[in-house]
């Protein structure tokens, strides 16, 4: 690898699964990772920022080339109360027009935004294949994701290369879904949600941070991008392959019912829903996907 440094590219949400990943990706690739952080600690390189405010010293961003910006409440943190889902709106919506009017502020501006956005744009379609041209769907993430992208594409006007990184169920088992599957599933307590018919669009972590890094270097690529697998499952389908990979039963299934009762309108929105999506930009552009399949992707992240 070459000593020279390729791009200097801030990070927001630089500490989480994704983030964390991200870092080390483009670390190794020769770039420069710039922390956007709500607090300094004592890191000369690091950028202060405030999802309500922006960056607190806008002309910072001068040396900037791309922005990641990957920050936001976790959406399956906590059950949805009013104020949970307000915080999950504001920390997405809020925060991007802050960043967006922080790149306002200055002449030279980074060259790209990569902004993260989720395959919830789509909402509920069943067995409907969904691609980067289909409409937006219907309900709160939805909602929340359709405000967030516009958001970020504010920055167009400003000369900004933008992009809306639509992210499927990332598979780790350092933390996010599969991280939660894997003690029930380890003991035997596994099994399909509802009627298991509902799609899961998935993509492995180390698939995803190569994704976000190909479309930080890639200047043909604009607007939306599916980040998901090639080869989305249906959760029953999913549920067998997570066992077979375990090696363990799954006949313990969650009745839609159940799972209302426990997760509330969360449970509607994550694990019910069917959303089949279709990574039509990525492979058009020549991204190769390294595990595009369940079972490969889990021998991979679990090993």
């Known amino acids: 690898m070459s000593s020279e440094i390729k791009q200097r590219v801030a990070v927001s949400g630089a500490s989480g699964l994704v983030g964390t990943e991200l870092t080390a990706r483009l670390t190794r690739d020769g770039h420069s990772v710039i922390p956007l952080v709500r607090k300094a600690r004592n890191r000369g390189d690091e950028i202060v920022w405030d999802s309500a405010t922006g960056v607190a010293n806008p002309m910072q961003l001068e040396n900037i080339d791309t922005i990641v910006h990957l920050a936001g409440e976790n959406i399956a943190g906590a059950r949805w109360t009013a104020a949970v889902k307000e915080r999950i709106r504001s920390s997405r919506i809020d925060g991007t027009r802050a960043l967006v009017q922080s790149l306002s502020k200055v002449q030279k501006r980074p060259r790209t935004l990569v902004c993260a956005s989720a395959i919830g744009f789509y909402g509920d379609r069943g067995n409907e294949s969904l691609t980067e041209s289909s409409a937006a769907g219907s309900g709160y993430l939805a909602d929340v994701c359709k405000a967030w992208e516009h958001e970020a594409l504010e920055a167009v006007d400003l000369g900004v290369r933008v992009v809306c990184v639509r992210i499927g169920v990332v598979l780790?088992?350092?933390g996010g879904a599969l991280a939660k599957m894997l003690l029930p599933f380890k003991l035997g307590l596994?099994?399909?949600?509802?009627?298991?018919?509902?799609?899961?669009?998935?993509?492995?972590?180390?698939?995803?941070?190569r994704a976000l890094e190909f479309c930080v270097v890639n200047d043909s690529i604009r607007g939306p991008v599916n980040a998901v697998s090639p080869e989305p499952l249906t959760n029953y389908d999913f549920t067998k392959t997570v066992g077979r990979v375990l090696q363990r039963p799954t006949i313990f299934p969650m009745p839609a019912f159940m799972a209302r009762l426990v997760l509330g309108e969360m449970a509607d929105e994550l694990l019910l829903s069917s959303i089949r999506v279709e990574p039509q930009q990525l492979r058009k552009q020549g991204f190769q996907f390294e595990q595009p399949d369940l079972q490969a992707c889990l021998i991979h992240e679990l090993k």
Do not use: A
């Open 190 to 209: 596994g099994g399909i949600v509802g009627n298991g018919k509902q799609y899961w669009s998935w993509i492995g972590l180390n698939d995803l941070v």
């Open 172 to 174: 780790s088992p350092k």
